[in-house]
């Protein structure tokens, strides 16, 4: 073996020994990286047409609209099936249900594609968007 290879070795049964497995674990929740179907952690969906968005983080949520006050809620939490998660939010002055779904998603005005499929009921309203994690979108280009 070669020196090089027998220090790779090394170190990989030394990290194995400390209960390391070489693989870093330390990235945060939210991260780009994080799979699409990993419903925890901050999220944020958003819809055109009309305009709204959804800032979901652990203790809160979020619901803007434009021309109309922010509405915060307490986070319920998701129930969540397979590769599908939806938060509830019954009372207060704007109750709605957002349910976002594993899948590819665009938001048809810019070339930003999404991880997560989002619809929202509002009132009357179904109305549809796209979700990903804060990191992710900020990850790609400018609308």
Known sequence: ???AALRA?????TLTACGQSGVDTTAPQGSP????GDFSGDLN???????????IRSDSITFSRPGAEDVKSVNPGPLVEKERASWTVPG???????????ADCSDGMSDRHYPLNAVLAFG??????????????AAQPAP
């Open 1 to 3: 073996m070669t020196s």
């Open 9 to 13: 070795l090394l170190l990989a049964s």
């Open 33 to 36: 990286a994080a799979p699409a």
């Open 45 to 55: 969906a958003l819809g055109t047409e009309p305009f709204w968005a959804i800032r």
């Open 92 to 102: 207060g002055p704007a109750p709605f249900k957002l349910t976002l779904t594993k």
């Open 124 to 137: 009357d309203k179904t109305m549809y968007g796209c979700a990903a994690t804060p990191a992710a979108i």
